[in-house]
Nanobody, 124 residues
Framework: QVRLEESGGGWVQPGGSLRLSCVASGRTRDTYAMGWFRRAPGKEREYVAAIARTGGNTNYAGSVKGRFTISRENAKNTIYLQMNDLKPEDTAVYYC?????????????????WGQGTQVTVSS
């Protein structure tokens, strides 16, 4: 069984930064296609960013492009989401997702492993 655990969420003022981490533990494969999604209060889950198994390909939602950076350390089975210039509309529960059978994906339906989420609140 593989588990994903997110950390690094919290409260930050607009314009601030946070770095989220997601660690895959348990019976992990060598690498996974991984991504970040978020769900804001009263809204549906939305895609944020994705990174390929090798880390050579990344993709971002238009709303976060230029502000967020996804990266990975395969030796640690960990991915990160560096979030800069945070805005109140970034407030959401952020979820890490992974899949061992694909190289890269941006659609939530293609990920079969999900973490429990970490809350990010941006307000003054």
């Amino acid at each position: 069984q593989v588990r994903l655990e997110e950390s690094g969420g919290g409260w930050v003022q607009p314009g601030g930064s946070l770095r989220l981490s997601c660690v895959a533990s348990g019976r992990t494969r060598d690498t996974y296609a991984m991504g970040w999604f978020r769900r804001a209060p009263g809204k549906e889950r939305e895609y944020v960013a994705a990174i390929a198994r090798t880390g050579g390909n990344t993709n971002y939602a238009g709303s976060v492009k230029g502000r967020f950076t996804i990266s990975r350390e395969n030796a640690k089975n960990t991915i990160y989401l560096q979030m800069n210039d945070l805005k109140p509309e970034d407030t959401a529960v952020y979820y890490c997702a992974a899949d061992g059978s694909i190289a890269f994906a941006t659609s939530a339906s293609l990920f079969d492993l999900w973490g429990q989420g970490t809350q990010v609140t941006v307000s003054s």
